[in-house]
């Protein structure tokens, strides 16, 4: 199978099948996604949407949408995965594409956890203080969309997360490989997007208890579903659930890998079961 590649939302897409008009349509939905959700776009949507926190803000049915399923996916984790730690995030120095993050003297600074927003049809109500940050589902979003592109076999992988309609090898983070026949998997950890502030390592998973970078024991977290919103949301869920995320996922019946700071590798119950069975992430 043929393969593309191309740079989009801080990472190299690599797609595998489909037409050149097909490739040429996926790579216009990464980039036209990226141009309304990149917090380091000073015109994006998502930017216009923060500055205007305070107040009810007319949206585009895309935003909306997207929005919905960001709370969605909050509901559903219990407050693990929210869409509203943006302020916490440029409070830790994420505040450019991390490309361009450099080590930063100052000392980290301080902004609230989680908020409560309002989303009524097109109309959202940020409060003041709180900017959305909508990357927890916008590139899964993106490779399932694109996934639906395909007219036959074909896969999508994004930085991390993989979808596929016909057998795929995938690279596990430190070592091992899986075949995935349909469905996604999608990878959270550190490992990658950390800098320096104030002389303390950063990273981009925020606990969003407290609104700073997540204490959990793992340095990574793989987690396999029917699409890779859920795969990905999964993933974030379960390293950001700690010690108790491998129990937290075998109770939602979603198979996980866990990669440890140490580099001890852990896979729960149903990751195991999967393996046996040798089936396809459902």
């Keep these: 199978m043929s393969e593309v590649t191309f740079d989009a939302m801080g990472c190299q897409i690599v ?7 097909v490739r040429d349509d996926i790579a216009a939905l990464f980039h036209d996604r990226e141009l309304v959700f990149s ?4 015109n994006s949507e998502l930017n216009r949407v923060n500055g205007s926190a305070g107040r009810p803000t007319l949206v585009s049915p895309l935003f909306a949408e997207t929005l919905r399923v ?15 730690l943006g302020a916490a995030l440029v409070a830790a120095g994420y505040t450019r594409d991390f490309a361009s993050l450099a080590p930063d003297p100052r000392p ?27 990357n927890g589902v916008v590139k899964s979003l993106a ?9 036959g076999d074909g896969f999508v992988s994004a930085g991390g997360d993989v979808a596929t309609r016909g057998a795929l090898s995938v690279a596990l983070p430190d070592g091992g490989v899986v075949s995935l026949v349909r469905g996604a998997l999608a990878t959270s950890g ?7 502030r104030g002389g303390e390592v950063q990273h981009h998973l925020l606990d969003p208890r407290t ?14 579903g029917a699409t890779c919103l859920a795969a990905d949301v999964a993933a974030k869920a379960g390293f950001l659930a700690g010690e108790d995320g491998p129990a937290w996922l075998d109770g939602r019946g979603i198979p996980a890998r866990f990669v440890g700071a140490d580099g001890t590798i852990l896979t729960n119950e149903r990751w195991d079961a999967s393996m ?6 459902t």
């Design 15 to 21: 797609l595998g099948g489909g037409a050149g008009s």
């Design 39 to 42: 917090r380091f776009i000073a």
């Design 70 to 84: 960001a709370l969605d996916a909050e509901e559903e984790t219990g407050g693990l995965v929210t869409p509203t």
């Design 108 to 134: 980290a600074g301080l902004a609230e956890g989680a908020r409560p927003i309002g989303v009524f049809g097109r109309v959202v109500g940020v409060p003041l203080g709180v900017q959305l940050d909508l």
């Design 143 to 151: 490779v399932d969309d694109a996934m639906g592109r395909f007219h």
């Design 190 to 196: 550190t490992t990658k997007r950390r800098w320096l």
């Design 211 to 224: 609104g700073r970078p997540s204490s959990s024991p793992w340095a990574s977290v793989t987690a396999c």
């Design 276 to 281: 046996r069975e040798a089936v396809a992430c």
